[in-house]
């Protein structure tokens, strides 16, 4: 049976209300990147990064997943063989009934200690108070990957790309790096979809993508119920 990837970014939760960072109504307009999303930022000025990701907290738990994130879930529930690796740091594709999902950017939904990548604990409400610690004892944080740092779900993201025979590629403009990385490790038999309504940077991609210029609330939807995916 098929091995399906969906490869989610900002374009899918834009639909949802969510602001992004890279459209020019994005986020970046009002926050400089040195200011909020770094791990100078987060050494020099913790408390602004924590108000910042407060606020991004609080719009997601306000959001709802949309018709995008409800038609993937729908497709990874019938279907046994697909995963979801998402750029995005919200929970709309998990509250949309998604089970398998890989997060490139960390879960705003999450903390973590700022000495350990991997001492994560899940938050409830939208508003950290700065100072909280980890049960270890260290800072908690954002559990977010801040511009510059590694990104540790890249692995398991590759290692899942390899096995894919189909990849739907939805709301990215594969600017982002490493994520847009993903596709050199297709293998060649592998089919690629694109959904976007404006014109993503495929150039690079030394194999046929077919872009489907909609967006993804319209687009996905009548992708995942052509009969290549039932």
Excluded at 46 to 72: E, G
Excluded at 113 to 142: C, K, M, S, T, V
Aim: aromatic letters at 8%; one cysteine or more; proline letters at 7%.
């Amino acid at each position: 049976m098929s091995h399906i990837v969906i490869f989610t970014g900002a374009g899918v939760s834009s639909e949802s209300g969510l602001s992004t960072f890279r459209d020019s109504d994005g986020l970046w307009n009002n926050y400089r990147i040195e200011d909020v999303c770094t791990h100078t930022a987060w050494l020099t000025q913790p408390k602004v990064c924590v108000d910042f990701y407060n606020q991004r907290r609080k719009d997601v738990l306000a959001a709802q997943p949309n018709a995008a994130h409800i038609a993937i879930a729908q497709l990874q529930q019938r279907h046994p063989h697909c995963t979801i690796i998402t750029q995005n740091i919200d929970d709309l594709h998990e509250r949309a009934g998604a089970t398998n999902v890989i997060h490139l950017h960390g879960e705003i939904t999450k903390l973590r200690a700022e000495n350990d990548a991997n001492a994560i604990i899940p938050f409830n409400g939208w508003e950290q108070q700065y100072g909280e610690r980890h049960p270890n004892g260290h800072l908690l944080r954002p559990h977010v990957v801040f511009f510059g740092e590694d990104v540790p779900n890249m692995i398991p993201a590759v290692e899942v790309t390899q096995q894919a025979d189909i990849m739907v590629v939805v709301g990215t403009s594969l600017n982002v790096y490493p994520a847009a990385m993903l596709l050199h490790y297709l293998p060649a038999k592998a089919s690629v979809f694109l959904i976007d309504p404006g014109s993503p940077n495929i150039q690079g991609f030394a194999r046929p993508i077919t872009h489907i210029s909609k967006t993804a609330t319209l687009g996905v939807p009548e992708l995942l119920d052509s009969p290549l995916f039932r």
